[in-house]
């Protein structure tokens, strides 16, 4: 919905914090949860330089959270609470990967995008059961990812966190009304959770994991019969250097025993 941009941003730059650069962080430096290559993106976008993240405005800072994970999730069409759960998900592990959880939860195709399927889907299934099975299914990842001992009990509140004013929010219970602090906190905040941060092991024990090892197959494939694809290629140049290879074996294999 769209009065809960707010108070959703609100919430989430709570877990974001500060300025960040921990070297187990794959995000890399990040300010209020925004990377700097984010904010890199965002500015030459706009024909500005690129400058340190740490000096990004609470302006910059709404604008990209609505063009980069509100908007692209759609949240101004999704139901009270589960706007909120999908807000927080894409913020700290992609759009991209927000979105397949919610379409495994409604049981719709997970192709980390949503359209009008996962919409109508959205609004057929009750809002409490599609807020735990997005966030059953995000610390299910959570639990997979390398840097989990790091930073699986901050993540583990905060999907709690998430869990708990979702269901305030689609209850109709949350305040609409919220503003971005204009001072930073003094501590960083919490690293981004990536779903490629994951070791082979942890994504083949994982449900979310053999999707993802799907999709990387799935492509590999695509590039590999596409004529146009540097990947055919090279296939195509070990093929025919193997078949050469061989004949050539074969055919001093057969000299010699002429001999």
């Known amino acids: 919905m769209r009065v809960n941009f707010r108070p959703s941003l609100t919430a989430t730059l709570k877990h974001e914090g500060g300025y960040a650069d921990h070297p187990a962080d794959p995000g890399g430096a990040t300010m209020r949860g925004i990377t700097q290559r984010v904010y890199d993106g965002y500015r030459r976008r706009r024909g500005q330089a690129p400058t340190s993240v740490r000096h990004i405005s609470s302006a910059e800072i709404e604008d990209i959270y609505r063009l ?13 609470g589960i706007d909120f759960c999908m807000f927080d998900g894409a913020v700290h592990s992609g759009p991209a990967q927000a979105a397949k959880w919610l379409q495994r939860t409604l049981g719709v195709r997970a192709d980390g995008v949503i359209g009008e399927a996962t919409l109508a889907a959205a609004r057929a299934v ?9 966030c ?39 305040s609409t009304k919220a503003t971005i602090d204009p001072a930073p906190p003094a501590e960083p905040g919490e690293p981004k959770a990536l779903p490629q941060d994951r070791g082979l092991p942890d994504i083949i024990k994982s449900p979310e ?14 590039a590999a019969t596409d004529p146009s694809s540097p990947l ?9 250097a193997a078949i050469a290879g061989a004949g050539f074996y074969f055919v001093r294999r057969m000299r010699s025993a002429d001999a």
């Open 68 to 80: 980069q994970y509100w908007d692209a999730c759609r949240c101004d069409e999704l139901p009270a």
């Open 232 to 240: 055919a290629w090279a296939l195509a140049a070990l093929i025919i």
């Open 126 to 134: 009750p809002v409490g059961t599609i807020i735990d099975g997005v």
């Open 136 to 174: 059953d299914r995000r610390l299910a990842m959570l639990r997979t990812l390398a840097t989990f001992r790091h930073f699986g009990a901050g993540w583990t509140r905060r999907v709690a966190d998430v869990r708990e004013l979702s269901r305030r929010m689609a209850a109709g219970m949350a």
């Open 209 to 222: 994991g053999i999707g993802g090892l799907v999709s990387i197959f799935s492509a590999f494939l695509t």
